[in-house]
């Protein structure tokens, strides 16, 4: 029978491998149709793969070195937030909408692969304290700013502002900063944990 730690080390290298093949997808169609809202994303799947490439070296470690490692994870989910906040900054000196058709399809796709992350990661979430819970909480919240990527497409081409997209982007900042705070609390806890005695 499979053990937890293997189980857990399947999901996230599944997870992990995702995460990685589908920044290099939305960063080039981000890239070409210059959408704050799939930049702020693939740069999150970006910091999704290392976050759990991170998880795959932790595993095994005592509570207290995950916490400390869950801290770094905390801050890097950051990371995104800052890309966003620069890109959105360069869209109000040139405010030229998204291409609505591309924005909406890359979210769909994006919300598939945050989809199928978060129900690999939800299965395994109970271990690996703040390591586990830092990867499940990005992928939930991927999935959640993907709709808002979807959604973002029609109402461009209804409105032909760039307000849809800049909106999106600036929530999947804030959404980062709430993921950040919720590790941070749980990785503060893990490094309270007593050391154990030799």
């Given amino acids: 029978m499979e053990t937890s730690e293997s189980s857990l080390r399947r ?14 997808i939305e960063y080039s169609v981000a890239v070409s149709i210059g959408s704050v809202s799939l930049f702020a994303d693939s740069i999150d799947f970006l910091e999704d793969a290392s976050i759990n490439l991170l998880i795959l070296l932790a595993l095994g470690w ?4 995950r916490g400390h490692v869950g801290m770094v994870l905390a801050a890097l989910i950051l ?26 399809l890359t979210g769909m796709g994006a919300f598939v692969v945050n989809l199928t992350c978060a129900v690999l990661l939800m299965r395994v979430s109970s271990h690996a304290g703040s390591l586990t819970r830092a ?4 992928a939930r919240n991927d999935a959640a700013a ?53």
């Fill in 11 to 24: 999901a996230v290298g599944w997870v992990a491998g995702l995460n990685l093949a589908y920044f290099g």
């Fill in 62 to 65: 005592t509570a207290r070195a």
């Fill in 79 to 104: 990371v995104p937030g800052a890309a966003t906040l620069w890109e959105a900054w360069g869209k109000f000196a040139m405010p030229i909408p998204p291409e609505p058709l591309s924005l909406s």
């Fill in 135 to 138: 990867a499940f909480l990005s």
């Fill in 146 to 198: 993907n709709v808002a990527i979807v959604v973002a497409g029609p109402i461009t081409v209804a409105t032909a502002s760039v307000w849809p997209d800049l909106l999106v982007g600036l929530a999947i900042f804030l959404m980062n900063l709430g993921a950040a705070h919720e590790v941070f609390v749980a990785a503060q806890k893990e490094r309270a944990t007593p050391k154990p005695r030799v």
